[in-house]
């Protein structure tokens, strides 16, 4: 024994320095280029993972944090699983908080922009993610916008990009046009204030031609979560029903209606107009007071959309409509809640049947008429208080009476189709997506108006149309619209004098396809090289947050197929699994700046370390789930980290491990674990590979926090271990490691030798399972152990599935003191399962002859005895 062994330990034990650790790692990477992606061909396999990329708004708090902590971890466990990886990072760049801070500070949308992606690549930096920065992707910067244009005159060429008169969104207090997805519920997106209409001249992307793809496609998707397959497939709302027209006698008019209950169209005792129906004003007149029908069109230009479909007002038109099934002339109406966008922009209204139609019509003393009859008491239709809109037999229907509802729906509607006076169709929710925004911080769209040539697009050779840095900014109106050096242009096509347009692109278009722009961020002559595209995309995992489940999700699908149809990529959905993240809240509330609570990284990286704060943001919980920070539970987690360092460092120092690496031959068999060997190694082994087991099964199924449990039990164990190597090598200096624990769980050893091989492995195995959460520190270690080669591309441990089983015992199970079994039961099996395995036993079944069992006695690992 030298002398360093035989000195406590805490006198030359090297402290857990993070602060040294993380800077010399964190320099090592950059210098070596260690997480460059590269196209290995002795990696049979590749792996994209990406965190949706940030807006840079200013400084990211640790809640941000969690989003691409769970992307590094996983990134990096797949480089140790020897796969080809990708793992960019980037910034979506152009958006509105540029803009106001310009108004409101003065300073540059572009010049704040930058400051804030400085700032947030730095705490990236310090957080250790192992990002190829080389593929950083910018959006706001001409070498990536001019292909959003590029890719808009594809859409362009191809007639999925148009320009249309319609009533946008429009949010007063944003003084912004909105995308149907942005104004959800009726709500701004970004302020949460009441959305109204305005008529405008704007551009849309035909993402409704891709309706029925974007809805099939997502049959699989089977690693998204349900809930977010559940919203797009709700946003796209396809429904299947019967479109047919109606005559209006007074006029010849002809009226369209859509319904999907077309078995209730013998109750339709009315018929409805949207009051932006082409028909509407035309009527309007026929009502003997149109004051009446004017007061409903006008609420309905002014009410938000949630304020339209829960209204109901309306006004009479003074005609009627000629029911084609039966000839009933029921009179049309004019109704706030009949939206223009939907369908035809008429219904045939069933009072009887339809919530809405039933309210409408008690407040205007409308008729009602029961068509469908539930089983039990019948309807009565001058009483009901509710539609019934769940199934039943046909009454008051002509010849369907007495048809099951579902049955007489499929009759009446091929009855249509064979007069020739409707047609079964499919209906969508999804709107054209609106792209154009009143906004100076975008993509300019590369259009021109010319008064003798018309709209004519930018050609390719134009590109880019550089969105001028040197303007004014104002309180009001379009800085774009108001630099003349801007709008003054040439026109492409004739050489004459022309007009830019100075609508930019709404944001969503930059992050459609970024993700496919890091697979060649380079490129200077194409968006991305199809073979790079092919090569790495689609993404393998992909995280973000749930708030995006419509928009950006939807928008990056319909970009890939429209890339898919234009030839550039070989798959049709952009992200293969996605998983969402919870939100990590601070005194109960979601952390934000805004809301005072943010935790800055810093300040918790200066204090405990980046390791720290990447275990402890992971040990949280489960990932999905919200978990409440807490400044304990770091302090917890920063105490684990150094547990791992002493038991190291002391390790080393008490020569339990050589310096030297281990050798192939001493790992686990060598060791003599599978014969007779002693138990105390074989529970080491076991340990070890079961931790293996364990740790690589829960990254793999996004289960962080349990894998860093099973990271403490090892550390736990293997620390007792090495404090009875410790004992048995130097029996009169009590040492520092054995205050804790002593022997516990160490069975008796005859020599410490016997015992080093086996928890070297341990350590090593510990170390490289530890490195995807606390990367600087395992580096640091696997040095200190000997190695040469870095972490980041070392091989992940394998588990020996043999050393990782449990072991078997033999339980007798007596009845009155009478061996009637025996049970073969993993070690450590609980006294409840060993009472209800002993009681399922046939054998005891049979001796127990029925009897309720008076006593049970266990002895573990033993012996059952049941006592009748
Ligand atoms: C008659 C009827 C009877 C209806 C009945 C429903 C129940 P989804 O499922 O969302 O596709 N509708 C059609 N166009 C409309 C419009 N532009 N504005 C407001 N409502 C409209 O809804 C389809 C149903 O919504 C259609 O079927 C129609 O009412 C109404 F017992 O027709 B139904
Ligand atoms: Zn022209």
Redesign the pocket.
Known sequence: MDETAAKPMNTDRIPYDHTRIEERWQRRWAESGAFTARRDPKRPRKFYCLEMFPYPSGDLHVGHMRNYTLGDVTARFHRMRGFNVLYPQGFDAFGQPAEQAAVQRGIHPAEWTFQCIDRMRGQFKRMGFSYDWQREVVTCVPEYYRWNQWLFLRFLERGLAFRAMSPVNWCPNCKFVLSDEEAQGGRCWRCDGPVTRVDREQWFLRITDYADRLLDDLQQLTAWPEQVRAMQANWI?R?E?VRFELEIPETGDRVA?????ID?VF?MTFVLL?PDHPLTAKLRPRNPDPAAVDAVIEHARTATPVERITSRRGAALGVHAINPLNGERVPVWVAD??????????????PA??ER?LQFARQYGLPVRVVVQPNGAPLDAATMES?Y?GDGTQVNSGAYDGLPNRAAMARIAADLEARGLGQRTV?Y?LRDWLISRQRYWGTPIPIVYCDKCGTVPVPDHQLPVVLPLDIPFTREGQPLAMAESFVQTTCPKCGGPARRETDTMAQWIESCWYFLRYTDARNVTAPFASDEANFWAPVDQYIGGIEHAVLHLLYSRFFTKVLHDLGMVTFTEPFTRLFAQGMITKDGAVMSKSKGNAVAPEEVIEKFGADTVRTHILFMGPPEQSAEWSDEGVAGTHRFLGRVWRLVQDSRAHKVVSQAPLRETERGAEAGVRSGDPAAIRDICRLTHHSIQRVTADIEAFKFNTAISALHELTHGLTTAAERIVQLTSPPNPSPITERGGEAGVRSVSSADELRAAVREGVEALVLLLSPFAPHLCEELWEALGHTDGLTWHPWPVADAALAAAEQVTIVVQVNGKVRDRLTVPAGTPDDELRRLALTSANVQKHLGGQEPREIIVVPGRLVNIVV
């Open positions: 709302g429904s029903g209606v859509f319904t999907t209950r209730t109750g949207s809640y009949v939206v223009m966008e939907y369908g035809t922009g008429a219904i045939m209204a069933v049947h339809d139609d539609a809109t209906q929710r």
